[in-house]
């Protein structure tokens, strides 16, 4: 069954510090991974696409990580700032038909404390 | 900055009426879809279209149903709305590269008493 795990559920760190929030996925055959940022009371936004050729790769103080053949992802944030706080949802589309299909993972809500 | 845009905003309604969430976008893009998303869960796709006069149902079982006379427009209706459709409803479209990248507007929270 295709899946995405995210972990941890929520989690909350002080300004400035960094974090790592994680992704598992059991989705086959594997296209893309994509992190969004989803703001309260807005929709999501995407950060970042991962294909299967890529490793990492930065958008400012965000940088992603993928590793195919384990099938996890991470969204590694540096000194975080307020306006980090968010929910962060980790989506992976499948090669499975022509049409493709997304996969939701249920998103870490991250909190960032003054 | 993503040009699409839904409206209401939020919506309180009592059970048995009729409604329209409305969604437009102003990027041309032909791929649109609708999402259910409640608190802590995964969004859930519930009707998609790939152009004009082209309309499908998606994973999660709904009895809304959807139109795209345009392409800009895509409108989302219940005919009798039930508790059980409170829940925050996003509309999304996608170009045509191929790599599945989403523009959401902000969402319609909808509760029905």
């Known amino acids: 069954k295709n899946q995405v795990e995210q972990s941890p559920q929520s989690l909350i760190i002080l300004e400035g510090k960094n974090c790592t929030l994680q992704c598992n996925y059991t989705v086959s055959p594997f296209s893309n991974l994509r992190w969004y940022k989803q703001d309260t009371g807005r929709g999501p936004v995407s950060l970042t696409i991962?294909?299967?050729?890529?490793n990492t790769k930065s958008n400012g103080r965000y940088t992603a990580t993928l590793d195919a053949d384990t099938k996890q992802s991470s969204l590694h944030i540096t000194a975080s700032q307020l306006s980090d706080s968010a929910s962060y949802i980790c989506v992976v589309s499948d090669r499975g038909s022509t049409l493709g299909r997304l996969y939701f993972g249920r998103g870490t809500q991250l909190t960032v404390w003054p | 900055e993503a040009d699409i845009y839904q409206t209401p905003r939020y919506l309180v309604i009592g059970t048995g009426k009729k409604i329209t969430l409305e969604c437009s976008q102003t990027?041309?893009?032909?791929?649109m879809y609708w999402y259910q998303q409640d608190p802590g869960m995964e969004l859930h796709l519930i009707h998609y279209?790939?152009?004009?006069?082209?309309?499908e149902k998606g994973d999660l079982s709904s009895e809304s149903t959807v139109s795209r006379i345009r392409t800009e427009h895509f409108p989302l209706t219940l005919e009798s709305a039930r508790p059980s459709h409170t829940s925050q409803y996003l509309c999304?479209?996608?170009?045509?590269?191929?790599?599945?990248?989403?523009?959401f507007g902000s969402g319609t929270q909808l509760s029905v008493l």
């Open positions: 279209s790939y152009g004009v006069n082209s309309t």
């Open positions: 991962m294909t299967f050729s890529e």
């Open positions: 990027m041309g893009h032909d791929k």
């Open positions: 999304a479209s996608s170009d045509e590269t191929g790599d599945e990248k989403l523009f």
